[in-house]
């Protein structure tokens, strides 16, 4: 990880990472990552766009600061 908002989540990273995540348990905790990264850093926008690569498809999700778990 890298970026302005990376110095804030590493120590929620090493906390909370796991090698056995599901699919939906590993996107669900990169949105938590950079949600935590674009709230305790002004410069880190205000969305999450992620894509998610899989042999099957690509799937594409947008997530409006408004929508963010975290505030």
Do not use: H, W
């Amino acid at each position: 990880m890298s970026g302005s908002g990376s110095t804030f989540i590493y120590g929620y990273f090493d906390a909370n990472y796991r090698n056995d995540f599901t699919l939906e348990e590993a996107k669900e905790f990169m949105l938590s990552c950079i949600q935590l990264a674009c709230f305790r850093d002004g410069s880190s926008g205000g969305i999450v766009r992620m894509i998610t690569l899989t042999e099957d498809k690509v799937e594409r999700s947008y997530v409006p600061y408004n929508d963010f778990k975290i505030k």
